[in-house]
């Protein structure tokens, strides 16, 4: 792997280090917590996860944590799954993230940003007004702690003020997308049962109206445990019959009340992508997420109050709730409702120019697609003010790393970042302190004692492994809905090394402590004993012109053989002859490995994904092994249901040969 010699892509000077809330936070943690003053951010990670304890009780004061209840200790049990944080404690999540309002109520809470581009400020005495007056109409409407509240929304104010209001009174908050079908939001809603749904009567995308009245009355009729449906008129509809109006729940001025809950009581379910089966719901709570939001806002981002924060996201994805939460820093969230590529696909940058943004997230996906469309963004916007743009959702490719610093500008804090809905938050990624390395996750995150894994649970350092946790992290779940003895938590993290998280992803960790992710453990290609992540060929194969994505599999066959198709979404006018099918095989040769040149390479109508844009590796692995539709693939978790029959067919072919 990378040495420790390579030189950076970007270094961050001395002022930037001694002005990162890190580094203060790590001064001020060895005066109180034992913390090490020398060894910069390598030390205190160390620490961080040596002294469990010491350093989450160092996160909750440096953030000013308000217990109602303090906590009789940090750790009371550390067993995993089922560690038990801050017990006794009691506390509220919205009371935190609305903290901003008593000191700076006139300043911009939320900057609310549609498809024209002209961001619309709501400010923090308005935000917080807004939340008092509905958590109070929740209350009203009967919503007790522990109810779950649930919101069919795209990305705009209203989201964040129910989100807010519902925590407030300690409900459980869950939302979906309004580009999900009623089948996909049914799959979701019926297994946490709400009590109350927040609707749109439709959203805009791509410069278009979608009205999605239809599919709210068929969720209305399929939730029975509704009491109250609240209509929110984005395309400036009425009110249905028998819906409340929501500038009627949200009208009064009234003081919030927070709720006083435990610390591990829930804050809200998230859901996995459901690829298989049901999707699981992920239950997270108010404590945990807040003490974690707090670490990785504050001090992995350096977030503060003078901080714009904009993430490009949906509801439907955990980086939504990771947003709303820059709220607990102070800082100035963008709410973008609209396509990624409208009405060009440099828009995302003109969002970031026109909110100021100092903070920019986006996907991995995005940048790339910017990089093939020619955009060029620090030449075309006043990026300025940006100082870190961070990607998720898959891994940046080198590429896209060194594109960033061309287009974007040359001394820019490059973020690569993974976690997981399952514990909403990063398990590695930005450390303002450290330097970047192409291709390269800065590092672990503080806290988390990240490890990568031989199969004997022998630890590597420069070679691949599983992703495993080897202490808890507050945000883990602390149940799944409807898994009454756990089983079915145990089975998704702590089935391969008991009492450890396994993640499901392929790391390196590097000897001088950053991390490569090379893709899902469960969809490996292990050709004759090595193994390489499906991203490392996606990296490779999509610098090609001519393809505009790409889908690896690897099947182990019946008589020990091993076939790996490589699946390639062509560019407009591109064609799959001879000589792109050499270059295709040429590329993987030179740049990766000679034993993971694919056997065959099929021209496909589209790569399938998730509804948070995920690539559907696994599903696509039982269709090719003949595994019928039904038991292969959850229909209401795919973006594009249509474009799996082609894999079907492949199948079928493949079996008749």
Request: aromatic letters at 10%; charged letters at 20%; one cysteine or more.
């Amino acid at each position: 792997m990378t040495s420790a010699h390579t030189e950076p892509l970007w270094q961050p000077d001395e002022e930037r280090i001694a002005a990162a809330a890190v580094t203060r936070f790590q001064a001020w943690a060895a005066e109180r917590h034992g913390a090490p003053s020398e060894g910069g951010y390598p030390a205190l990670h160390r620490w961080s996860v040596d002294e469990l304890e010491s350093f989450w009780q160092a996160v909750a004061e440096w953030f000013d944590i308000r217990f109602s209840t303090p906590y009789e200790r940090v750790l009371g049990d550390r067993s995993m799954p089922g560690a038990e944080w801050f017990p006794g404690a009691r506390l509220n999540y919205a009371e935190h993230a609305l903290r901003a309002a008593e000191e700076r109520p006139h300043d911009t809470a939320l900057l609310h940003v549609d498809e024209t581009h002209e961001p619309r400020p709501t400010t923090w005495a308005e935000l917080r007004r807004q939340v008092g007056s509905l958590a109070a109409e929740l209350r009203a409407l009967g919503v007790r702690p522990g109810d779950r509240v649930s919101g069919y929304l795209p990305n705009i104010p209203e989201a964040v003020v129910a989100l807010l209001a519902t925590a407030a009174v300690g409900g459980v908050w869950t939302s979906c997308a309004p580009d999900f079908g009623a089948r996909s939001v049914l799959d979701r809603f019926q297994q946490v049962e709400p009590v109350v749904l927040f609707t749109v009567d439709g959203y805009r995308y791509g410069g278009k109206e979608h009205d999605r009245r239809d599919t709210v009355t068929e969720l209305r009729a399929e939730l029975p445990t509704l009491r109250a449906v609240v209509h929110i008129p984005l395309l400036g509809t009425e009110t249905p019959e028998g819906a409340l109006a929501w500038a009627d729940l949200t009208a009064a001025d009234v003081e919030p009340f927070f709720e006083q809950v435990d610390f591990s009581h829930p804050l809200w379910v998230l859901y996995s992508s459901g690829t298989t089966g049901l999707p699981k719901a992920i239950v997270q709570s108010q404590g945990g997420i807040l003490v974690e939001h707090l670490k990785q806002l504050g001090l992995h981002c350096d977030l503060g109050p003078e901080d714009v924060f904009f993430w490009y996201t949906s509801t439907g994805w955990m980086m939504w709730n990771f947003l709303v939460s820059g709220l607990l820093t102070g800082t100035t969230v963008v709410i973008y409702d609209g396509s990624p590529g409208y009405p060009d696909t440099g828009a995302q940058w003109r969002v970031a120019e026109r909110t100021r943004a100092t903070l920019y997230g986006t996907s991995a996906a995005y940048v790339m697609a910017c990089a093939k469309a020619d955009v060029h963004p620090g030449r075309d916007f006043d990026l300025s003010t940006i100082r870190c743009v961070a990607t998720t959702g898959s891994p940046l490719p080198p590429d896209g790393f060194r594109w960033l610093r061309d287009e974007v500008r040359e001394n820019l804090w490059i973020a690569s970042v993974s976690g997981g809905t399952d514990v909403c938050s990063c398990f590695a990624g930005a450390v303002p302190t450290l330097p970047v390395h192409i291709g390269e996750l800065q590092a672990a995150g503080l806290g988390t004692d990240l490890q990568s894994w031989d199969p004997s649970g022998k630890p590597l350092i420069g070679e691949v492994g599983e992703l495993v946790v080897t202490n808890p992290m507050p945000s883990m779940p602390i149940r799944f809905w409807n898994d009454p003895d756990g089983a079915r938590y145990r089975d998704s993290y702590f089935e391969m090394f008991p009492g450890v998280w396994r993640h499901g992803d392929w790391i390196t960790i590097t000897d001088h402590g950053s991390v490569v992710i090379h893709g899902r453990s469960d969809s490996t290609l292990n050709r004759q004993g090595v193994r390489m992540g499906s991203a490392d060929i996606y990296e490779a194969v999509e610098r090609l012109p001519e393809i505009r994505e790409s889908l690896v599999i690897g099947l182990e066959e019946p008589d020990g053989g091993y076939w790996m198709p490589l699946f390639v979404h062509l560019a407009d006018g591109a064609t799959l002859d001879e000589a792109l099918v050499g270059r295709i095989k040429q590329t993987i040769r030179t740049e990766l490995s000679p034993r993971h040149v694919p056997d065959d390479i099929i021209a496909v109508p589209g790569v399938p994904h998730t509804l948070t844009g995920k690539r559907i590796e696994v599903p696509v692995k039982r269709l090719l092994q003949g595994t019928p539709m039904a038991k292969a693939v959850n229909p209401g978790s795919v973006d594009n249901l249509d474009l799996l029959h082609f894999y079907e067919e492949v199948a079928r072919k493949r079996a008749a040969e």
